[in-house]
């Protein structure tokens, strides 16, 4: 099994997953949500969609098994393992304007936003192409009947992880949220791995 890659509060991280590896993120201490991002690595303009993905699950909270599309159609990523069953994918990351707007933050942290652009800035993606990310672990309980939620922390513990195997050739950005509200009060670090199928 590989070392788990750490990614320290606050900050986040980008990197190449090939087609049939694994990528395993991992809350070492527990309720820490981490946005993970999924461009083609053939092709930046095709990226992860959360509109696709959840309108072909019919369903809000994907777990293991569902299937991540692209802007495409095409499955960019599967769940295979999850030891966790509540994710989001709705919201979108953590930026500047979240903690001015929400937090009256005035002098705001870049965010998730910031960290995955700044990441990402080796494969020239700018920010109006960072889509809606998949936020591992954050926990976004929805009324539903009036469609209202909130956003509580996560029910991921110690040592939890989500897996994922790559359907095509990908470049991931993966962050450590840096919203006190999506993570119980509190900045952790996320950890990762990545594995081919033979150790997975
Ligand atoms: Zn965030």
């Not at 996560?154 to 050739?169: K, N, T, V, W």
Request: hydrophobic share 40%; with cysteine.
């Amino acid at each position: 099994m590989s070392t788990a890659q750490v990614i320290p509060p606050r900050s986040g991280a980008a990197f190449d997953l090939k087609r049939g590896q694994y990528l395993t993120v991992i809350d070492p201490e527990g309720r820490q949500v981490s946005d993970l991002l999924v461009f083609n690595a053939d092709d930046l303009d095709e990226v992860i969609s959360s509109g696709r993905t959840l309108d072909y699950a019919s369903r809000v909270y994907l777990t293991t098994g569902d299937p991540l599309y692209s802007n495409r159609s095409n499955v960019m990523l599967t769940i295979v393992e999850d030891m966790v069953g509540r994710h989001d994918f709705l919201l979108t990351p953590c930026s500047k304007d979240t903690f001015r707007i929400i937090y009256g933050d005035t002098d705001p942290h870049r965010g998730c936003f910031g960290n995955l652009l700044a990441a990402l800035e080796p494969w020239g993606i700018a920010a109006d192409r960072i889509p809606t990310a998949f936020n591992c672990f954050m926990n976004v309980p929805i009324d539903g009947a009036t469609g209202a939620f909130t956003v509580e922390p996560p029910l991921s513990r110690p040592g939890d992880h989500i897996r994922f195997r790559a359907e095509m050739d990908l470049v991931i950005a993966l962050t450590a949220c840096s919203a006190l509200q999506s993570n119980g009060g509190s900045f952790k670090p996320i950890h990762y791995r990545i594995e081919e199928a033979d150790d997975a």
